[in-house]
């Protein structure tokens, strides 16, 4: 039997999308911008899925615009703000160390362009405070951008209370909410986000699609020029069938959202009661502020990636952390942001569990880890190296 604890590369498509999907693919198939019956089937089509996904946001449609997911998403939102404050002589960005890498490329494109950003460490826990993003703000910032949650490690940050400092300080504030989106409830008023980027095949949508929402006053510089879809924000010609997945699937995320992370934080929290059972293992993520389906470890000892290829012949699909550098054989830059050392960081497990999980594929998933743990260890230098005294334990 297959396990499947890889929820945060990307989830199964749920079947409420892929029905929503099947009528876009074989029946109204028309381009939205044709003024034909056929095309204005498709973009009514269009109109009804921006309004509901507006709706679930707490923003107005014409605040929604379709991309192709979470990255591209972020660029735009950083671009474009960045544009603005350069027009206004303001050439300066407050980020975090452990962002995606949609977020850090960006930024260090940026600093080619003579921009100036500010990184901030991030503490052990996996988080930064509101303080820390204030202290940071200076006159010529032109945009804050903090992650709502740690892809890798699963930390929460208190986005409303940075949101509130970026209102306070009349600085655009931007939030990848590619792993939040569908799991946490998001109000971009209430938590005063002025630009939000996420990706539909992290809640059970298709993948090749996501939004940026951006606050109607702020003008998008666009990524692709073409005709006049978006609003002319970004050309080419809308994937409807995955754009209306993404609507179904997140009302249905959405309408589920409590149940679901009631069920999913109890499978959680037994992943991280079994695996901290394994000595000199440490979990990576603030213990209470974290995603509901996200356990983060890192084993003393043992190398990542022969864990997942031993856990792979078990039968348990995971990861050691973000899947979009997964051929990068550097340990995880969000791992080293949080203070691990590089001989630490390299064995890692990340393990995203979703509410189709079940608790015995827990158990399952635990067992598996001790016994791969202690066959890694057991061949180790290492670790032998370790357990005779001539090296010093790093996790205690």
Not at 134 to 159: F, K, Q, W
Not at 219 to 231: D, F, M, N, V, Y
Not at 301 to 306: A, D, F, L, T, V
Not at 362 to 391: F, N, T
Request: charged residues 25%.
């Amino acid at each position: 039997m297959r396990i499947y604890a890889d929820n945060a590369a990307t989830t199964k498509m749920s079947k409420t999308a892929i029905d929503a999907m099947t009528p876009y693919l074989n029946e109204i198939y028309g381009n939205p911008s044709s003024l034909h019956s056929v095309g204005q089937e498709a973009a009514e089509a269009l109109h009804s899925a921006r309004e509901r996904m507006a709706r679930l946001l707490n923003c107005e449609p014409k605040e929604i615009i379709f991309t192709s997911g979470g990255s591209e998403a972020d660029n735009q939102a950083i671009l474009s703000a960045a544009a603005i404050g350069e027009r206004k002589g303001k050439r300066h960005i407050v980020s975090t160390a452990f962002e995606h890498h949609a977020v850090l490329h960006t930024l260090e494109k940026l600093q080619k362009r003579g921009f100036e950003v500010t990184l901030l460490d991030v503490h052990e826990n996996g988080m930064v405070t509101p303080q820390e993003v204030a202290d940071a703000i200076r006159e010529d910032t032109c945009l804050v951008t903090v992650m709502y949650a740690n892809n890798e490690i699963g930390s929460v940050l208190p986005i409303p209370e940075i949101g509130a400092v970026c209102r306070e300080k009349g600085v655009y504030f931007h939030t990848d909410a590619v792993q939040a989106a569908g799991h946490l409830p998001i109000d971009v008023q209430k938590d005063q986000i002025d630009l939000l980027s996420l990706s539909a095949h992290k809640f059970h949508g298709p993948k090749g699609i996501g939004l940026l929402y951006a606050k109607k006053t702020i003008p998008l510089t666009s990524l692709i020029e073409g005709g006049a879809q978006e609003r002319r924000k970004r050309a080419g010609t809308e994937n409807i069938p995955a754009i209306m997945g993404m609507a179904a699937a997140f009302e249905e995320a959405c309408a589920q959202m409590e149940e679901n992370r009631e069920k999913v934080t109890k499978l959680r929290d037994r992943l991280i009661q079994g695996l901290s059972e394994i000595p000199h293992s440490i979990l990576n993520g603030d213990r209470e502020k974290r995603l509901p389906g996200n356990a983060h470890f890192c084993f003393e000892g043992i190398e990542g990636e022969s864990l997942l290829l031993l856990l792979d012949e078990k039968g348990v699909c995971a990861s050691s952390g973000s899947a979009c550098t997964s051929g990068d054989l550097d340990p995880s830059h969000v791992l080293l942001a949080i203070g691990r050392p590089h001989e630490i960081a390299h064995g890692s497990l990340r393990l995203t569990v979703c509410h189709w999980n079940t608790m015995e594929e827990m158990e399952q998933i635990i067992q598996a880890v001790k016994e791969v743990v202690a066959y890694l260890r057991s061949i180790s230098p290492v670790w032998r190296d370790l357990q005779e005294g001539r090296r010093t334990y790093v996790i205690q």
